[in-house]
């Protein structure tokens, strides 16, 4: 299988170095372009990819083809390179708010499109990516991409009209997690515990507690309460975040979230 990457930003390099780690297929059958020469050079030398000069070369050269650029310049790469697919070649928008419908009209008619969003953890392989698909995809071209988007975390197919619902749980969560471990890390040194330690200790218990989510099929609510004891410490933490809006705010978080990516 050869892959195409227009645009090797963080996303695209990630994408990348899951591909490879996978053996999805080898190095040298992966293309890349960019607008920063600098950047297909780093990759070159990164990677052991094979660099082009042009996007509509990366296009020939692929099945796959990932647009792994910015929203505000997809209109003008996808006419750059548009009359290089055929219709055995599949393209996939990694790009928030550019639906299916949007980008077949820029695409010759029978094109193979997939919109798919990835998150910042697919950065060491613990990505989480949706993704929906156009008439034109088949089976076998789900196949295809899924292992792709396997090889750096997990994927899940979804309607286009959860999309935004997904980018409000899983593409902008981690910064609300990234928040999250911070203050736990100055509840920390609020308790005598450095800084550095602090934020140690809250990432692993973090990454525990959803370890424990996903590998034992609980409820979070019911592991919730496994962990509060009558009279004790945790049920005293969660009657302070339960009286200051705790869960109210995550939720209130979302749904701005997903109203924003709705409308883009």
């Known amino acids: 299988m050869k892959i195409g990457f227009i645009g090797c930003g963080n996303m695209a390099r990630a994408m990348i170095n899951g591909i490879i780690k996978g053996k999805v297929t080898a190095p040298g059958d992966i293309f890349v372009s960019a607008r920063s020469i600098e950047s297909v050079d780093k990759a070159v030398s990164d990677f052991k990819v094979t660099g082009c000069k042009t996007n509509s070369e990366v296009v020939t050269a692929s099945d796959v083809v990932i647009y792994a650029v910015k929203p505000q310049v997809y209109e003008t790469v996808i006419k750059e390179t548009a009359g290089c ?38 950065m060491v392989g613990e990505g989480i990516t949706a993704y929906c698909t ?71 218990a973090v990454l525990g507690s959803a370890k424990m989510v996903l590998e034992t099929g609980e409820h979070p609510d019911l592991l919730k309460d496994q962990v509060c004891s009558p009279a004790g410490t945790t049920i005293e933490a969660v009657r302070v975040l339960e009286g200051m809006g705790f869960r109210a705010a995550v939720i209130e978080a979302e749904k701005a979230c997903a109203d924003k990516a709705a409308s883009m």
Do not use: H
């Open 85 to 122: 697919f055929d219709q055995d070649k599949i393209a996939v928008s990694i790009a928030p708010g550019k639906s299916l419908e949007w980008m077949g009209k820029l695409f010759p008619a029978g094109t193979k499109i997939i919109r798919a969003n990835p998150n910042t953890p697919a």
């Open 134 to 204: 156009n008439a034109a995809v088949d089976t076998y071209d789900k196949a295809i991409v899924t292992e792709i988007l396997g090889s750096f975390g997990s994927s899940v197919e979804m309607s286009e009209n959860q999309m935004a619902g997904f980018i409000s749980i899983c593409g902008s969560s981690p910064a609300y997690v990234y928040m999250m471990i911070d203050a736990m890390a100055d509840g920390g040194v609020l308790a005598g515990i450095p800084k550095a330690t602090a934020i140690r200790l809250a990432a692993q």
